[in-house]
């Protein structure tokens, strides 16, 4: 068969993708891994119940979205409601929804997939075309106007279509999607017509389509798409931010160097990127990705992983600009994170890709969903005089689904495998199957992580077998924070690794990142480890003027945050003097477990007469980031000074009694 493709492809002269992709490893998917833990596995039953209600409400019931594809199909001349981009949000609830059936299959919520998906299908026009707002407003408008979002849309439909038909095996939306890919690819690629995709995400999702079809048709669209950037004069400059650098289109992709303009957008073009280079041989995307991640994460990156400081374009400002109560860090943007740094890793092997992963995935975007599972932020700030509340929904409501299909489908980031092995990138209690070195291998994996590092891995190989077992080591273990020198571990250490195998101590090598137990396989052999969860007390460098004489708290992979609701409303008052010494204790953040961390510090207040400020010590609680903003509105800081005329007395506008405490 492969055969058959080269010669053909040949003849007509297109060019061939490597026969070998050129990764390192592929990720095992979601589907294939069962979560078992405690930490996970209540939230993915959340978003699956809870959340996908939500998304099916707000979609159908609360915003026009499923009406303008009824109204499409009535074709009686009915006007379009909402924005142009709101198909894209029917289409990010379908796949969240397909997510949602393969960990929680249930016959109602599959008929609603089914009904949408009817009318979506019933929306399309004969030539494939598919947007309900160029449609119900005027269909000569069409492709236009690359700030209008079609391909966006149409990329969340192909990426819905694939993820439905992978999951139930049903063709219609797929069907719908590879029309609507035909049409696009013959009027721009084929047509010859100029034109770039003003919101990427057309491009992962082509890699998508031609993983399921292999087709590569779609895959060479996905790189034509690439390719149009760093062209210039397809647009027109009618708003202020919309720039080159706005669209990442500066120069072509594999000349880029830096991170600009819209953060989601900038995310799903590298994520995009990647994927066509993980099949093609040309490693000019990965050379400028590199070099494009190093910006990102050396100069732009907030400590919970969250990208895009500014909301005037929800993106990138300059180097080193990353306020806190005023952080934009929309949730989209950190679930770009976890697909681009994904891609990044796989292609390279490099386990610091999955360290900025598991940072933007616990913090940044894991923040974005409320843990009641149907309140969102959209923009997640770091710290908060109360102002920040997390919503039901939003008029731009590209995040709610976005976190719920990141949450649903948290299995594709935590296992590898290669010829030569089995990779353990994230620690999550799981179970799963992985073909290695010619034979079944089940795998199954105890831990309480995020709350401590002890890890249990069985291996069970059908047949006694020789392969790798590659564990991540993660950089905060190591004595780092994250790659370059953006954050500093106050107090760093390298702690002493020890991996064992039935219980006895075992030889590893390092390799990047990952520590590589090779040996003879069989049925009943445990791995065990245990890394430490120091509390970490983060410095950012000086250029990062918001965080200068100040310290953040992490542990394990979690940052920590102090919040109102557990200090008597007042959080801006208080000072951290380096080196203070923490307990851990259990706590409940409503219903959720965590461990908080508790000290006391000295407290800054205003006396009688508001002409002197008095120091009192008072008992402190800090609560890890994601689960701040549940109990109201709240003052949150995850930054602390460590000098006193960094404290905002009386800062607090939401508590009378504040400044008293
Ligand atoms: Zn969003």
Redesign the pocket.
């Known amino acids: 068969m492969k055969k058959i493709f080269l010669v053909t492809a040949l003849i007509a002269g297109i060019k061939v993708f490597s026969q070998t992709p050129s990764q390192k490893f592929e990720f095992v998917n979601f589907s294939q891994v069962n979560i078992t833990d405690n930490f996970w596995k209540p939230k993915i039953d959340k978003v699956a119940t809870v959340t996908m209600k939500a998304c099916i409400y707000q979609t159908e019931i609360n915003t026009p979205r499923i009406r303008n594809f009824e109204k499409v199909a009535r074709n009686k001349g009915e006007k379009f409601e909402g924005i142009y981009y709101d198909d894209s949000d029917v289409y990010k609830a379908l796949e969240a929804m397909a997510y949602a059936l393969k960990t929680h299959p249930d016959p109602i919520l599959e008929a609603k997939a089914d009904e949408w998906i009817d009318k979506v299908a019933a929306a399309q026009l004969p030539d494939g075309y598919l947007d309900t707002y160029f449609t119900l407003r005027d269909i000569n408008q069409r492709w236009t106007n690359i700030e209008a979002h079609e391909d966006y849309n149409a990329g969340h439909l192909i990426e819905a279509a694939v993820a439905y038909y992978s999951v139930t095996g049903k063709r219609k939306l797929l069907d719908v999607a590879i029309r609507l890919a035909n049409h696009i690819d013959s009027t721009f690629r084929l047509g010859n017509k100029k034109w770039f995709s003003g919101h990427e995400e057309i491009e992962l999702a082509l890699v998508k389509l031609y993983g399921v079809t292999k087709d590569d048709r779609y895959l060479k669209l996905a790189d034509w798409y690439l390719q149009q950037r760093g062209k210039g004069g397809i647009y027109t400059y009618d708003k202020k931010w919309f720039t080159p650098a706005y669209w990442q289109d500066l120069k072509p992709v594999k000349d880029q160097t830096e991170i600009t303009g819209h953060a ?1 957008r900038a995310m799903y073009l590298y994520t995009g990127a990647a994927d066509v280079a993980a099949l093609d041989g040309d490693n000019g995307y990965m050379n400028a990705m590199q070099k494009v991640w190093e910006d990102v994460v050396y100069r732009n990156m907030y400590i919970t992983g969250g990208i895009g400081s500014a909301g005037d374009n929800e993106g990138f400002t300059k180097d080193y600009d990353l306020p806190n109560e005023d952080a934009y860090c ?4 950190s679930v770009g994170m976890v697909l681009w740094n994904q891609r990044m890793c796989k292609l390279t092997g490099d386990s610091k890709y999955i360290d900025v992963l598991e940072r933007s995935l616990y913090n940044g975007a894991l923040d974005g969903l409320s843990l009641s599972g149907d309140h969102f932020f ?1 923009d997640n700030v770091l710290a908060s005089n109360g102002q920040h509340q997390r919503r039901e929904w939003f008029g ?1 409501a ?2 709610p689904a ?1 976190i719920a299909r990141l949450v649903t489908s948290v299995g594709n980031y935590i296992y590898g495998r290669s010829d030569d092995g089995i990779w353990v990138n994230l620690f999550v209690g799981s179970n799963t199957h992985i073909k290695v070195a010619n034979t079944d291998v089940a795998i199954k994996m105890e831990t309480n992580y995020p709350w401590d590092g002890k890890v249990k891995i069985n291996i069970d190989p059908k047949d006694k077998k020789t392969f790798s077992v590659r564990i991540r080591v993660p950089d905060w273990q190591k004595g780092s924070i994250v790659p370059g020198d953006l954050y500093k571990n106050a107090s760093a250490s390298h702690a002493v690794l020890s991996f064992f195998v039935n219980g006895k101590v075992v030889s590893f090598r390092e390799e990047n990142g990952y520590a590589i137990i090779n040996r003879k396989w069989q049925a009943g052999d445990v791995i065990s480890f245990e890394y430490n969860m120091p509390i970490i007390e983060i410095a950012a460098r000086p250029d990062v003027k918001a965080d200068i004489d100040r310290v953040a708290l992490q542990r394990g992979p979690l940052v920590y945050c102090v919040e109102g609701a557990d200090n008597k409303g007042q959080v801006w008052n208080l000072v951290l003097p380096s080196n203070t010494s923490f307990t851990t204790v259990d706590y409940k953040i409503l219903d959720e477990p965590v461990i908080a961390l508790q000290t006391e510090l000295p407290s800054a207040k205003a006396n009688e007469n508001g002409d002197q400020i008095k120091i009192e010590n008072r008992k402190v609680t800090a609560i890890p980031y994601y689960c701040w903003a549940n109990r109201g509105a709240n003052d949150m800081q995850v930054w602390l000074p460590t000098k006193i005329k960094e404290v905002k007395i009386n800062y607090s506008s939401k508590y009378e009694d504040g400044g008293n405490y």
Do not use: P, Q, R, S
């Open positions: 989601v929309e949730t989209c943007a959209y731009t590209c995040c976005n």
